[in-house]
């Protein structure tokens, strides 16, 4: 008999790409994805950089258009088309995280969380790697019109 597992835990990650320069950020172990969440999340990508204008490029979940998103000094949300993950390159990076813990089955929430970061911090390591896995030509071409 094979193992299997029959629970359900749940739990958020929440990644910023960019698929230029292959940085990435990344908050795991959310317990929920509501909007006072995503304004955290913003909020501490936006401390990333805090002498740059942040642009953001995500999904039309409603969860992601909070009002308090056009209250973060230095952030712009630019929003996807409904229903069209191909044109967001953080959806591939996801793809990754399924894949690091596809077909296991593990003890704890906490130890798929540890293998998850695991592999962000193998994917962090490697921004060529990142830039490769998310860069798609239109991107790439798109940005350098605009810069």
Not at 73 to 97: A, K, W
Not at 116 to 121: P, R, S, W
Not at 142 to 147: A, T
Request: hydrophobic letters at 40%; charged letters at 20%.
């Amino acid at each position: 008999m094979l193992p299997q597992q029959m629970t359900y835990e749940n739990k958020y990650l929440f990644s910023a790409v960019n698929p230029l320069s292959g940085k990435s950020f990344h908050l795991l172990g959310f317990p929920d994805m509501n909007s006072d969440i995503v304004h955290v999340f913003l909020t501490q990508l936006k401390a990333q950089h805090p002498n740059q204008h942040v642009f953001v490029v995500w999904g039309n979940a409603p969860t992601h258009k909070p009002v308090t998103l056009t209250e973060i000094q230095g952030l712009t949300v630019i929003f996807l088309p409904s229903y069209s993950p191909e044109l967001n390159p953080t959806e591939r990076f996801f793809e990754e995280m399924r894949r690091a813990t596809a077909n296991e089955i593990f003890e704890s929430i906490e130890n798929q969380e540890e293998c998850i970061t695991k592999a962000i911090n193998q994917w962090m390591d490697n921004e060529a790697g990142m830039r490769t896995l998310l860069g798609y030509e239109w991107i790439r071409e798109q940005c350098g019109m605009v810069s």
